[in-house]
């Protein structure tokens, strides 16, 4: 007999400053949600002109980009270029050592580049693999219409209703889904047992649980649920007034010790010293960084 995940916390993501003029909500990495393994941090990103994300490094850890609005650029120092639009979504592996850069584009009616970008840890054995990237397009992106249409699921990454992502994106499995339940709409999401799960709440007022165990969340917030069960249920009551948007999210916890220091995810404080010794003397991973500089974090206004 299945049984739902109970929730174990929820609460809101405060807007704060990021990078170079962004603003972003944090939810995850930070005082309330740590250890939550594989995942790192989730920030919910607002980027407008002049501000982004200029010239940086990584080691060790994936980083999941998906745009909801507008546009960003991104470029790295072995040649790599590319850009995201709305609904599309980047994942990148930094392994042993990359440095990029992402910059919002400068949308004709002045509205910001909104999106959220999760960073996923890698497995011990996979930290000093090659850097690479995998885009998945809104269009590539298939998804399942439940409740009689009244549930849409975008199937970025895993299964639901009998719809399959397209593709493997991560190096550590995740299952990512972007569902929108208008009102008098119901689910309920399946997920990996044992798997770590949380779901952010983009718009609406979205009802966790069923029967005598339910509470309603609204925007902004981040819900976490125990590891124990076998799907999340979701509903918006007939009556409400908007559709809800949420962003849910599951992957498989990593059972290794997390060392991090910025953009530095290793395994040891040894390995996180070295990291930055490498990243300072451009060794090991970052002989490309160099005198290296991305023609699109010029665009700072300094």
Same mark, same amino acid.
């Given at each position: 007999?299945?049984v ?12 704060t ?26 920030d919910?990103?607002?980027i ?12 060790g ?103 399959? &992502?397209?593709? !493997?994106? *991560?190096?550590?499995?995740?299952? @990512? =889904?972007?569902?929108?339940?208008? $009102? ?12 770590n ?30 590891q ?6 979701? &509903?918006v009551? !007939?009556? *409400?007034?908007?559709?809800?948007? @949420? =962003?849910?999210?599951?992957?498989? $916890? ?21 990291a ?18 991305s023609?699109i ?6």
């Amino acid at each position: 007999m299945s049984v739902p995940r109970a929730i174990r916390m929820a609460f809101q993501a405060i807007e704060t400053g990021e990078g170079a003029g962004a603003r972003v909500r944090r939810s995850i990495g930070t005082p309330k949600l740590r250890n939550f393994s594989p995942f790192l941090m989730l920030d919910h990103f607002t980027i407008g002109t002049g501000a982004g994300f200029p010239d940086h490094p990584h080691r060790g850890q994936e980083t999941i980009t998906y745009l909801l609005s507008g546009g960003v650029d991104h470029e790295d120092f072995a040649g790599n270029k590319g850009t995201i639009g709305p609904g599309d979504l980047q994942f990148m592996t930094a392994g042993k050592g990359i440095m990029h850069a992402e910059m919002p584009h400068e949308n004709p009616d002045g509205s910001p580049n909104v999106g959220m970008q999760l960073w996923v840890d890698l497995p011990k054995k996979l930290k000093f693999c090659e850097p690479r990237y995998r885009d998945l397009r809104a269009s590539e992106i298939p998804t399942a219409n439940v409740d009689d249409g009244r549930v849409t699921i975008k199937v970025i990454s895993g299964q639901s209703h009998g719809v399959d &992502s397209v593709k !493997d994106l *991560a190096y550590t499995p995740v299952w @990512i =889904f972007d569902i929108t339940i208008r $009102p008098g709409g119901k689910v309920q999401q399946p997920l990996p047992q044992e798997w770590n799960a949380f779901a952010y709440t983009l718009d609406g007022t979205t009802i966790f649980g069923s029967s005598d165990q339910t509470r309603p969340v609204k925007k902004f917030h981040n819900v976490v649920f125990e590891q124990k069960g076998d799907y999340v249920e979701m &509903s918006v009551p !007939d009556n *409400a007034d908007e559709e809800a948007r @949420i =962003f849910l999210v599951a992957g498989q $916890p990593l059972d290794q010790k997390v060392v991090q220091y910025g953009p530095f995810v290793l395994n040891s404080q040894e390995e996180v010293y070295q990291a930055m010794v490498d990243y300072q003397s451009g060794a090991n991973g970052f002989e490309r960084a160099r005198g290296w500089q991305s023609e699109i974090g010029k665009r700072m206004a300094f």
